[in-house]
Every structure is written in structure tokens, then in C-alpha cells.
């Protein structure tokens, strides 16, 4: 497994925490078995609003898609976009958080009106990866226009800290993130750094510090090491120092803004030496030498000098304010934790320099505290897959998905994409004949769509077997010659270890996915494939065997089938002797929140809006090239011919088996279209046709129909998987009887043709819509009726 742990590199560069934690990350990660681990920096300086802005966008757009898993500490870093990313959260920007000057306002009002733009980016309710480019773009064109104001370009200012804010926001949602750990309770209960309701995991991290072998050398001293600065506190301690009058010395390691102040404050006392930057050589030593280390800063995070200390058997002195030090430091059992007052840290430095002996019992204590803490243990809680935020699905399919043009993406982006908002996060493997390499593509917050690029040597093989055969054969090819998809197979291979399940939709990705080495799987039985290809293979019953075959071993080998309808569930138990207990439905729907229902008066109304006459007679066909769609155009030629009055239109691919057929002129073929103008046609015609002989699964053409309020003409075959009931949802019209039907239905009065839709509509809202049928899905899955993959495959793919 192929790790990078994402981090930014400050301007200048200093040694510090941050750097510590990525070291010691690492080597430990490099450590653990089959793990290949690198350390990815970007140069990210915050010297002022334009550079903070340039270190977002950088790491917003670097792509490390070659690695399995990226982890990530810090902003902006955490900016990077993959879909298997671990948070390890040390603190974000604090001076825009927790640390934000009391006295500066955070409101951005005044934004409005000078950069309306970016205020309405800004304060969008749910931002995504679109929006951020979006707001990328929006301050590039700012910058260049100079609109901006030096008061809005401060730093800190509220615009910085809104900007930053939804930076975070976008970066660490739920979508985005696959675990959330920090590095301390202080972090993980701060406000504003995590998505709301997200209980990040602490994970304690020790120090890349080696202080093995270093024993005193010299008399002891008081010994503390940290950067000088005001959140630090060494002020208040050279004070406290100065009251308590000890003559231990206070030795004091580092560098930092504060340096000067605090040699004013020192004023040439001779017990208190600035060390200024040391070794890691010396530090080690000097914490060997220390009789006790007083750590006091404001808040910390996690703080190393803690845990560096209490590595050395030295007693810690704190403070109660002190954040993350608090978790490890107990008053009176490893260390002392006092009041943030010079009275009381006099004291406290007192009680100790006068007692030796309680100085080494403390430091035992602090000794044993922090046995459990080692980088071995953190790594492999990193790498922890079963302890994800969320579920992870893998759907494995032979084409992609978006944009949608056919009843088979339709299905697949719009369950997967309602499944994705209920918890679980969707990746969909398929294969693309437009891309060159491997490319993951967000369709919403928690849905990826991954298109894998097709071997020269699959294509050569597809274009020999589609001239042999003379119909499209891209999935019983993709089934009879996995070894031509050497991508797909590792791809599958490299992210099957983090799903919860895997589903192959459709039998075709079986052989690639056993290559692969997966041993547990759902199958998404989108029709009954023996069925479905024996009428189109009819004049090749080699290759309908074939795709027999394989449909059998993958459903009679997977956990659960997941059906579209009934009679296939119970065709498939038939045909291969399958127990009804395996099968779970979830029947095709209609995306009824982006498909308008119209009434009579209302179709009337939008044909008049587009210059149109309010009522025509146009009849609607939609289907992809698939046999039983062929079957059904055959029909509808037939009656076009016997009635030229009426105007067929016929959308999708199936217009591509008519390219070389002469048709009557009253039929108009205009292949695939947008989603944009499929919308346009369901809202013009004036019947919708399912003349359907044959087929698998349940309709999808039909439920949309009714999703938009069209009248319906249909076989009674046509409206199998539904309820529909002829001549209460739809107009009943077997084989030639179209044309009589469809001009019965075109003089039919108004309010009788709204009464039939409105059952229809009302019945497919019901019990079709993507939304309540994600959630069946959702709730099968999380009750284990589907049951879960996630250990098996771990442990199977261990033994690969």
C-alpha cells in the first residue's frame, strides 16, 4: 500500500512540532508490512492574505491519486482532494479560530456590495468542490482588479477568516474525509474545527526525539524547550523563576519573536541562560540533566516537550490552562499543575527544587505514563480501515455513468448518488474508452465516479468481435478476457481492502473481480442477463451460453442479489436454483425531484411559453439500443405508418439500429440528448409509449413517464415491476392496436387524462422515487439483510 502524508512546508522553514509528528509518521508507517510511505511537502508561506490564499489552492489542486491513502495533519493541507484520506488533525489556522483577536468584528457584510460575488460564494449553504474553484477564480479576478482593500487583506480580517473558514469547510466535510482522529482531546473538542457531529478519535503521538542512552552528566537544572512566543508563556515563567529565588539554574532552549523581551525581562540574572536553537543531540541531554520541566503554555495542542520529558523520567510543571499538556500531566502523581500565576508557579518551582526525591518519584510516574505511546501503535491505528467515518461501497461496472444518456446510468448514478447522502460513500470502477489513465471524478460530496482507461490490445479484440458478431459486445468481452483489463483488476485490487461491499452491477465485471482476488460481493442484477442477451445473440448460442455461465457463478457465488424487480428475483432463483432468501428488490425510479409534473392545463401553459401550440399531437419514445427497445421501434414504425397525423419522437441510442432504415417521415430520431432536453420533450408531447414485448428488471422509461404526468399507452408487459392497473394509470394497447389507442387518447377530455396521471404520479412518488428507494437500500444494508464485506476481504486480500 502506497501512502503520502500530505504537509506544508513553512516560509521560512523552522524545526518544530509539526515537523517532529511527520518524521516520526514516517518511519513508523515504513515500518508496518507492505506499506510504502512518502512525505509530500508544498512550500505554503502566511506572510500575508495572498500567500495563505496561493498555499490553499495548491494543495487543493495537487493530485496524489497514484497513492492508496493520503494523511494529512494541518491546513492547507488538508485541502487535498482523495478519496481515502485520514485526519490527523494538529490545529487549524488558530489565529482565524480559536485564537481570533476578540476585538475584531466577523462579520463581512461590508463584502457585499464591493465584491457581491465572493460574499454570495461565501455564505453558500452547501459548498463543495465546484464551489471552491469557483471562489479560487473569483478572488484571482479580485486580486487583479485590486477591489479589494488593504483592511480586507489584514491579517488576520474577518474576510480572511470567513475565506479560510469555508476553505475548512469544504476540505474536512464528511465526503471528504474518510476518518477524522486528532492528536488530543484539546484539538478534537475545540469549536469550528470539525464538521458538526463529527466525534473525532484522539490518537496520543509520541516524539521522533532520540533520547535512548542519554543519562545526567552534569548537575541538574531546570530545563524547558520551546519556541518564543507570546501563546508559550516563557514570560511568565522567567518570572515565576525570578519570584521563587531558587538557585537551580533555568536553562531554556529555542528561538522565536519574544527573544528580546525576554532578555529584557532576564536583565542579567546569571541563573537564567537562552540557549537558542540546540540539537536534537543536546536536547536529548539537556533532558537527561533536568531535576524537572515546567511546560506552561496557553492551550496547547498536544505539546511534545510533554511527552519528551516524561520519556526522560522528569517531573512535569503545568498549568490547568494548558490544553492537551493537561492529558498526560496529573497534579501530584507525574507532575504539578498549578494556577497560571507567577505566585503560584514560584511555589510550585519551589516545592520542587526542595525536593529531589519528589522530583524522581514524579518523573517515574511520568515515565510509566507514556509507555503506551509509541509511533508503532499509532501507525497502525492510522491504517486502522475498519474504523472509517462512514461506509465505504465499490461498484464495479463496464461504462460510466455521467452524464446520464440511458436507463442503465440512470439507475446507477441516480441510486448511488440518493445512497451516498445516507451515509455511506460510493465508489463506482467503470471502464472509459475516452480516457487514457485512471481518473476519479466527485458527482456529489460522498459519490466518486472512477474511469479506468481500456487496454489498446481490449480495443483491437472489441473491434474484431463486434465485426464478427455485428452488435455491440463490450460487456461479454470485458467478461471473456479480464486479463485485457489489467487496470480495472488493480484498481479493483488496490481499493477493495476499504469497502464495506462490493457489488458488481451486471455479471460482466465477475472474472475481473475474481483476478482481483475479491472472495465476498453483492450482485446488482439489473435484468436477467441470460434472458436479456439470448434475444440479442440469437444467431450466436456459443456466446449466450457464455454469458449464462458467468451470470450463474456470479450470482450463485455472491452474499445477496439485489433485483430490480420480482419476476426477475424469482426468474434468477428459477434458472439457477437460487433460495428466495438471498434475493433483496430494488426496483428502477424516477428522479422525481428534477422531473416536473404537468398537468393538462400546465403542458398547455409551457407549450405556449415556447411559441409553441397548446396542444399537438406528439407521441414519446425513449429507450437506449438494447433488443427489446428495437422490438418496441418496430412497433411504433408500424403504427407511424398507418397514421401520419401523429409525430413520433424517439430519444437515445436505439436510433442508431434505424441509421440505415428508411422510416416514415412523421418519425423523427433524434438519438441521445441531454437530460436538459429529455426534460424539454417530457414537458411538449402528448403520450408517452411502452409498446415493450420483451425484456428484463422493471422500466425506467415508464416510471419517468409518469414522473412527468404523460398519459401512458403500454403493453401489459410493458408495465411489468409496478402495480399499474390499464385504464387507471395507463391506456392498455397490445401489439398494432397503437395508433387506435393513441387517438383515443388524444380526444380524451382534459380532466380524464389528469385523473390517470395523477394515480400514476401519485403511485411511482410513492414507491419508485430514488430518494425512498436509496433508503430501503440503505436500511438493508445497515441491518445486515445485505450483509457486510469489509473483514473478509481485508483478510483475504492480506493473503494475496
Known amino acids: 500500500m502506497k501512502i503520502a502524508i500530505v504537509a506544508p512546508s513553512g516560509v521560512p522553514f523552522i524545526w518544530g512540532g509539526a515537523e517532529n509528528i511527520w518524521k516520526g509518521m514516517w518511519l513508523a508507517l515504513n515500518e508496518q508490512k507492505d506499506i510504502t510511505a512518502e512525505l509530500i511537502k508544498l512550500p505554503s508561506p502566511e506572510h500575508d492574505f495572498w500567500s495563505i490564499m496561493h498555499s490553499y489552492q495548491a494543495f487543493a489542486e495537487l493530485n496524489l491519486d497514484h497513492f492508496d491513502m493520503v494523511i494529512s495533519t494541518k491546513y492547507p493541507a488538508w485541502m487535498i ?60 479576478r479580485l486580486k487583479s482588479l485590486s477591489i479589494l482593500s488593504k483592511a480586507d487583506t489584514a491579517l488576520p480580517s474577518p474576510l480572511l477568516r470567513a475565506i479560510v473558514h469555508f476553505f475548512d469547510r469544504i476540505a474536512l466535510a464528511p465526503g471528504q474525509i474518510m476518518r477524522y482522529t486528532a492528536i488530543a482531546h484539546e484539538v478534537a473538542n475545540r469549536a469550528e474545527y470539525f464538521p458538526t457531529g463529527i466525534k473525532p478519535e484522539v490518537l496520543y503521538h509520541p516524539s521522533s526525539l532520540n533520547q535512548d542512552g542519554f543519562t545526567a552528566n552534569k548537575e541538574a537544572a531546570i530545563f524547558t524547550a520551546s519556541r518564543l512566543d507570546q501563546p508559550k508563556r516563557i514570560d511568565l515563567l522567567i518570572k515565576a523563576y525570578i519570584q521563587s529565588r531558587v538557585t537551580i539554574p533555568l536553562r531554556i532552549a529555542g528561538s522565536g519573536p519574544q527573544q528580546a523581551e525576554l532578555e529584557n525581562i532576564i536583565a542579567g540574572n546569571k541563573n537564567i541562560q537562552l540557549l537558542g536553537h540546540i540539537s536534537e543531540q543536546q536536547l536529548a541531554q539537556e533532558y537527561a540533566n533536568a531535576l524537572f520541566v515546567p511546560f506552561i503554555p496557553l492551550h496547547e495542542d498536544f505539546g511534545l516537550i510533554t511527552y519528551e520529558a516524561m520519556k526522560a523520567g522528569k517531573a512535569v510543571l503545568s498549568c490547568t490552562d494548558s490544553g492537551g499538556v493537561t492529558e498526560l500531566v496529573k497534579h501530584q502523581e507525574n507532575g504539578l499543575l498549578v494556577a497560571p500565576s507567577i505566585p503560584a508557579l514560584a511555589s510550585a518551582i519551589q516545592q520542587l527544587c526542595a525536593s529531589p526525591n519528589l522530583c524522581a518519584q514524579l518523573g517515574q510516574a511520568a515515565y510509566s505514563r507514556i509507555q503506551s505511546i509509541s509511533w508503532s501503535q499509532l501507525a497502525k491505528e492510522l491504517l486502522n480501515i475498519n474504523k472509517q467515518f462512514q461506509p465505504r461501497i465499490m461498484v464495479l461496472n463496464t461504462f460510466t455513468i455521467y452524464p446520464v444518456m440511458s436507463g442503465g446510468q440512470a439507475r446507477l448514478y441516480h441510486l448511488y448518488a440518493e445512497l451516498s447522502k445516507l451515509g455511506f460513500f460510493i465508489e463506482i470502477l467503470n471502464l472509459d474508452f475516452n480516457t487514457s489513465k485512471v481518473q476519479s471524478h466527485y458527482l456529489a460530496d460522498n459519490f466518486v465516479e472512477v474511469k479506468i482507461p481500456v487496454s489498446e490490445a481490449f480495443r483491437i479484440k472489441l473491434n474484431t468481435e463486434e465485426k464478427r458478431l455485428g452488435i455491440s459486445c463490450v460487456d461479454w468481452l470485458a467478461a471473456q478476457h479480464p486479463e485485457l483489463l489489467c487496470e480495472w483488476q488493480a484498481e479493483i485490487k488496490r481499493r477493495a481492502s476499504w469497502a464495506s461491499h462490493i457489488i458488481c452491477s451486471h455479471p460482466y465485471a465477475y472474472p475481473v473481480m475474481i483476478k482481483a482476488g475479491i472472495k465476498q460481493w453483492l450482485y446488482e442484477a ?19 451460453a457464455q454469458i449464462k455461465e458467468i451470470e450463474s457463478a456470479c450470482a450463485k457465488g455472491a452474499q445477496a442479489i439485489i433485483c430490480c424487480s420480482n419476476d426477475d428475483a424469482f426468474r ?9 432468501d438471498k434475493f433483496n428488490v430494488i426496483a428502477n425510479g424516477a428522479d422525481t425531484q428534477n422531473i416536473d409534473y404537468l398537468n393538462s392545463t400546465d403542458r398547455s401553459q409551457i407549450r405556449e411559453q415556447l411559441g409553441l401550440p397548446s396542444s399537438n399531437r406528439i407521441a414519446l419514445f425513449m429507450g437506449s439500443h438494447h433488443g427489446p427497445n428495437l422490438e418496441a421501434v418496430e412497433q411504433i414504425l408500424i403504427s407511424a405508418a398507418k397514421d401520419k397525423s401523429i409525430q413520433y419522437i424517439i430519444l437515445g441510442s436505439v436510433a442508431d439500429a ?16 441531454s437530460q436538459q432536453e429529455k426534460q424539454l420533450w417530457l414537458k411538449i408531447a402528448s403520450i408517452a409509449l411502452n409498446p415493450m414485448l420483451s425484456g428484463s428488471g422493471s422500466n425506467l422509461k415508464l416510471i419517468e413517464y409518469a414522473a412527468a404526468g404523460l398519459p401512458i399507452i403500454s403493453t401489459q408487459f410493458g408495465v411489468r415491476g409496478t402495480e399499474f392497473k390499464a385504464g387507471v394509470h395507463y391506456l392498455l394497447a397490445e401489439t398494432n392496436q397503437a395508433v387506435d389507442i393513441s387517438n383515443q387518447t388524444l380526444s380524451l377530455k382534459n380532466e380524464d387524462i389528469d385523473t390517470m396521471t395523477s394515480q400514476a404520479y401519485n403511485y411511482i412518488k410513492h414507491n419508485f422515487s430514488w430518494q425512498s428507494l436509496a433508503q430501503t437500500y440503505a436500511n438493508n444494508l445497515k441491518t445486515n439483510s445485505i450483509k457486510e464485506q469489509k473483514n473478509l476481504n481485508q483478510q483475504e486480500l492480506e493473503l494475496l
Open 658 to 673: 434505424f441509421k440505415e432504415i428508411k422510416t416514415p417521415a412523421n418519425v423523427r430520431f433524434l438519438g441521445q440528448v
Open 81 to 140: 482532494s482523495h478519496p481515502r484520506h485520514v485526519l490527523f488533525m494538529q490545529h487549524t489556522l488558530r489565529g482565524l479560530y480559536d485564537t481570533y483577536p476578540s476585538h475584531l468584528n466577523k462579520s463581512i457584510e461590508h463584502i457585499a456590495q464591493k465584491a457581491p460575488d465572493l460574499y454570495r460564494l461565501l455564505n453558500t449553504e452547501y459548498a463543495n468542490r465546484n464551489t471552491l474553484q469557483d471562489c479560487f477564480d473569483e478572488l484571482k
Open 572 to 580: 434468477l432463483g428459477a434458472l439457477y436454483r437460487i433460495p428466495s
Open 526 to 544: 439489473h435484468n436477467v442477463e441470460a434472458d436479456l442477451k439470448a434475444q440479442i445473440y440469437k444467431q450466436h448460442p456459443k456466446e449466450t
